[in-house]
């Protein structure tokens, strides 16, 4: 098993919280783990990726190559088309559908959102529309992460496990919360 | 236990588990992790391991050279730019030697994510005769900790151990040390003259560190951090060091036919270079940073066979990519490469810069300062590092300079030296407890013609938040190095304040002489955290 992944979005926008349940589910699973992140300069509402790369052999590269990345989880849709060369023929993007708008020449949102549809594998969702309608606003970015499980090739129990380790702390109604985004996005993968 | 960890949190642990006693360093990306994982240990709290933010990374340096001298382990962290500030004591421990272990992390940024240069700080090692660590991945980052502790006591020198951003910000599953080491006690150098640097000892402890580079670099030679890896195909050898190697593994997933040198402990081992260079056609080293080994290995004779980045087989600056080590490799070689292609860019996709955050202070001083600005005929603005740096950038394009630490208050004198009005200099509190302080005093002392703004956000913001130095005592800082309180202001810089600190400013400006204002408002990043933690304690 090997997959790799770029989470990608705008610094602030959490995507290392999804970084953090996967690769919870990675390690119980016993899998070799190579996270990159962004720290710094750039978190400031500069455009942040991760590289994460799970393997059930040892990884040497940190960074993903070219036309490697089988998954591109994006807060952000513009973000997701940034890395389009690191994306693999065969590969998926799940995207959030809402633009984030911060700088003053953001591209026609419709223009972005072509050209994610002229690609062949995407899932596009308005994660936080979702969220808010089912009562978990602050798990938006966990429904992105449920809609991105088939193409992740981990099984859905094992992301739910994970999320159970990774948020038990925080208390009950805050795992509920973002189970139940999982399932939402699990969802909108058929 | 195993253990999953930013490459920088791995070497935090490797020290704790190495039985350090105390850490030093002022933050700086991308090394910032290592003293905050320490903060975070309780390990470190049950040991009572020091681990407060030193005003800089000199006086860091200093510190963990008066933690040795009581026969402790000490660790120093920074980022590469850092070590700059601190080559006077970095050098200078070279000569003295050390008595508890003595460890001096740098990380090295390449491709300036956070950054002003590209500096390797592999030359430094080299300069002061310091043995270099530098792990290829997380386990070795770990492993390396105890090592280069152990290291350092046996031969009684610092080790730098010099990662970069790639490794520091990089998590893996990494495998710990059943239990940590006892700290060392309390114990006097028994070699005590070396301390005293005084011409008479230098002296001595010049020849003594000359002399003593053949063992470090016989020890290099023998080091388990340095593999010779067999090869069938001579054609090419390749020499990888720290994560230049991870790099060439990946192009090769079933093994490399090759010949590999990997470098991860210098002075460089001549004779296993030689070793490659004698049974290989030609060379290519792969190394992250600058081509520090190349250089050395192409020497003068610029050798045709060694390829890298002085010849372009690599590129010259930035990061290495596993994507530019394949082209490297499949450039001087006949191996049948997988090129994997991925889909062409969109053309639709636009930058997006960093910013300053919503509602930040920095923001409201440069909206002022514009404002009084407009009226002068040609002003210039002196910045320096910090998330106020970003006012260079639209929509405020407030600065005219950014150099180092403290540069805005010294170079804003030497402009007005050479005639410059308005001279205004803008700092954080951070940055200028770091080092402004003595350039202000420089200014004082000849009453120069310049504005200083000190923009107070009660932190070090750009790193992520860190304590403040100076935080609660700008205002006594300045009037200690003489600042009259007539020309010492301190605003809240809040739009609803705009007529007042405007008028401030435009009053400094046409003041002959040094004046301080004081913008102080919280940073938007620790009060969104403050609010959350009042939230939580509720």
New interface residues.
């Given amino acids: 098993m090997k997959t790799d992944i770029i989470l990608c979005g ?2 602030g926008q959490g995507i290392l919280s999804i970084a953090t349940i996967i ?2 589910a990675a ?1 119980n699973e016993n899998l ?16 942040v990726q991760s590289n994460l790369r799970i393997s059930s052999n040892p ?11 089988d998954v591109i989880i994006s807060m952000e849709p ?2 997701a ?2 890395y ?6 065969n590969g998926w993007i799940i995207t959030s559908s809402t633009p984030f708008v ?6 026609d949102i419709e ?2 959102k072509a ?1 994610l549809n002229k ?1 062949p594998n995407v899932i596009m969702l308005d994660i936080e529309g979702k969220a808010k309608d089912a009562g978990v606003p602050r798990s938006a970015n966990v429904i992105l992460l449920g809609a991105a499980q088939k193409a992740l090739g981990i099984e859905y129990d094992k992301l739910e496990d994970a999320i159970r380790r990774v948020f038990g702390r925080k208390g009950d109604a805050i795992v509920e919360a973002n189970i139940k985004a999982l399932a939402i996005g699990k969802e909108a993968q058929k | 236990m195993k253990k999953l960890l930013l490459g920088d949190e791995a070497i935090a642990q490797g020290a704790l588990d190495a039985g350090l006693s105390g850490v030093y360093a002022y933050p700086g990306t991308p090394s910032t992790e290592i003293t905050e994982y320490i903060q975070m240990s309780p390990l470190a709290k049950e040991r009572g391991v020091h681990s407060r933010w030193s005003t800089n990374e000199k006086t860091a340096m200093e510190a963990a050279l008066g933690m040795s001298f009581m026969g402790k382990r000490a660790l120093v962290c920074m980022k590469h730019v850092g070590l700059n500030v601190c080559a006077d004591p970095f050098v200078n421990s070279g000569m003295t030697g050390v008595n508890g272990g003595v460890v001096v992390l740098v990380a090295d940024d390449p491709s300036m994510h956070s950054s002003q240069d590209e500096q390797d700080s592999r030359f430094y090692g080299k300069f002061a005769m310091i043995p270099t660590f530098e792990p290829s991945n997380q386990q070795e980052a770990y492993d390396m900790m105890a090592a280069a502790f152990e290291y350092s006591e046996k031969q009684c020198l610092p080790v730098l151990m010099r990662v970069t951003t790639r490794m520091a910000h990089s998590r893996a599953v990494v495998e710990l040390a059943d239990a940590p080491r006892e700290q060392n006690a309390l114990n006097y150098d028994a070699k005590a003259a070396n301390w005293v640097l005084l011409p008479a000892n230098a002296k001595k402890r010049n020849d003594a560190v000359t002399a003593q580079q053949a063992q470090l670099e016989e020890d290099a030679t023998n080091s388990t951090y340095n593999i010779y890896k067999e090869g069938k195909d001579k054609s090419l050898g390749i020499l990888a060091s720290g994560i230049g190697f991870n790099y060439v593994n990946e192009c090769f997933p079933q093994g490399s036919p090759y010949p590999i040198l990997k470098i991860s402990q210098y002075p460089l081992p001549k004779k296993l270079v030689r070793r490659l260079m004698d049974e290989c056609e030609q060379l290519l080293i792969v190394e992250e940073g600058q081509p520090f080994i190349e250089d050395i290995v192409r020497g003068v004779a610029d050798m045709k066979n060694v390829h890298g980045k002085l010849d372009g087989t690599l590129p010259r600056t930035g990061e290495l990519t596993p994507d530019a080590v394949k082209q490297a490799l499949a450039e001087l070689s006949t191996f049948n490469f997988e090129l994997s292609t991925g889909f062409a860019p969109s053309e639709n996709v636009v930058p997006r810069p960093p910013a300053l955050c919503q509602g930040c202070g920095h923001r409201d001083v440069y909206a002022a300062l514009n404002e009084v600005l407009k009226e002068y005929d040609n002003p210039r603005v002196f910045g320096d590092i910090g998330c106020y740096t970003l006012g260079f950038l639209p929509p405020f394009r407030a600065i005219h300079s950014c150099v180092d630490m403290g540069a805005s208050i010294t170079m804003a004198k030497g402009a007005a030296d050479a005639g410059q009005w308005p001279a205004v200099a803008i700092i954080g509190d951070s940055t200028f407890t770091h080092s402004g302080m003595t350039g202000l005093l420089d200014a004082i002392n000849e009453n120069a013609n310049i504005t200083v703004i000190i923009s107070d956000n009660l932190t070090t913001g750009m790193t992520g938040g860190q304590d403040s130095a100076g935080t609660n005592k700008f205002e006594a800082i300045c009037r200690g190095l003489g600042l009259s309180d007539e020309h010492l202001k301190v605003v809240v810089p809040l739009p609803k304040n705009m007529p007042e600190i405007t008028q401030m400013i435009r009053d400094e400006i046409n003041y002959k002489g040094t004046s301080v204002i004081i913008p102080r408002r919280e940073c938007m990043q620790t009060l969104q955290r403050h609010l959350k933690q009042k939230k939580a304690a509720k």
Wanted: aromatic letters at 6%; a negative charge.
């Fill in positions: 705008v610094g690769g919870e390690m070799y783990i190579k996270q990159a992140e962004v720290h710094g300069m750039s978190q400031r509402g500069g455009d990884i040497a590269s940190d960074l993903i190559p070219k036309g490697g990345a513009m973000e088309l940034r389009l060369p690191y994306l693999s023929k911060n700088i003053p020449n953001y591209p223009v972005i050209d690609l």
